[in-house]
């Protein structure tokens, strides 16, 4: 039990579908993540929100659009996707103290993507 | 800017066998160390971590010490098992982008009976 749920676990989509990816972090953590894992790939960065607001963007492509509502929730908004996109997103929360300095990050399990 | 060098898998090992993989890591300032182990179908879990030059961090058996002089962060257990088997994943997260863990490439380790 990691206290990091994400959902669905699995999806499969066409390039022209619209889907969101769900976060949930169970932890009291005040930031939250979104990494990219491609086979042979180290885990990439993609998103940080902190208090809710959006800290860091590592030159994401506006196909992928992050929602934070509230310090417990995150979701990736997908639209328009390439092949190359398939992967594993992985969702992760910490607490993020005052000056900037993050605690560990706890993983959840992943959505394993795949785009026909 | 931050890297972080594993060894190359697969490592294949027998129960009861000393497992090492090597981490060596490039960063600017003191960053934090950590290695992450993620299990077939699912997430990273933290297995254990370093804030420290000298620090040794450790958890069901593994243990890895921080070594500032040779810039490593080496992951042993004397004797593992065949539930160790997973893909191990050496992390930085330096002082000067505290959010950003920087991983390596991941190391499949496969433990046989």
């Known amino acids: 039990e990691t206290g990091v749920t994400q959902t669905p676990r699995h999806l499969v989509m066409g390039m022209t579908n619209k889907k969101s990816l769900k976060c949930e972090q169970h932890l009291g953590h005040n930031a939250m993540y979104w990494y990219k894992q491609s086979a042979k790939k180290p885990l990439e960065l993609m998103f940080v929100y902190s208090l809710e607001e959006r800290v860091e963007n590592n030159s994401v492509p506006s196909r992928f659009s992050p929602e934070c509502p509230n310090s417990s929730h995150l979701f990736l908004h997908l639209h328009t996707l390439q092949p190359e996109d398939s992967a594993l997103y992985l969702c992760?929360?910490?607490?993020?103290?005052?000056?900037?300095?993050?605690?560990?990050?706890?993983f959840g399990p992943g959505t394993r993507l795949t785009v026909l | 800017g931050n890297s972080v060098t594993q060894m190359e898998g697969p490592v294949t090992l027998s129960e009861e066998a000393f497992l090492t993989i090597n981490c060596t890591y490039t960063?600017?300032?003191?960053?934090?160390l950590f290695w992450y182990v993620q299990y077939p179908g699912e997430g990273l879990q933290l297995l254990l971590k370093?804030?420290?030059?000298?620090d040794k961090g450790s958890n069901k058996g593994f243990e890895a010490t921080y070594r500032k002089e040779t810039t490593s962060f080496h992951l042993e257990k004397g004797s593992v098992q065949v539930s160790d088997s997973a893909v191990y994943f050496c992390?930085?997260?330096?002082?000067?982008?505290?959010?950003?863990?920087?991983f390596g490439s991941g190391t499949q380790l496969t433990v046989l009976p």
């Open positions: 370093a804030t420290k030059a000298d």
């Open positions: 992390a930085l997260r330096s002082s000067g982008s505290a959010r950003q863990l920087t």
């Open positions: 992760a929360s910490s607490q993020d103290a005052v000056l900037g300095k993050s605690d560990t990050q706890y």
């Open positions: 960063a600017t300032g003191y960053p934090s």
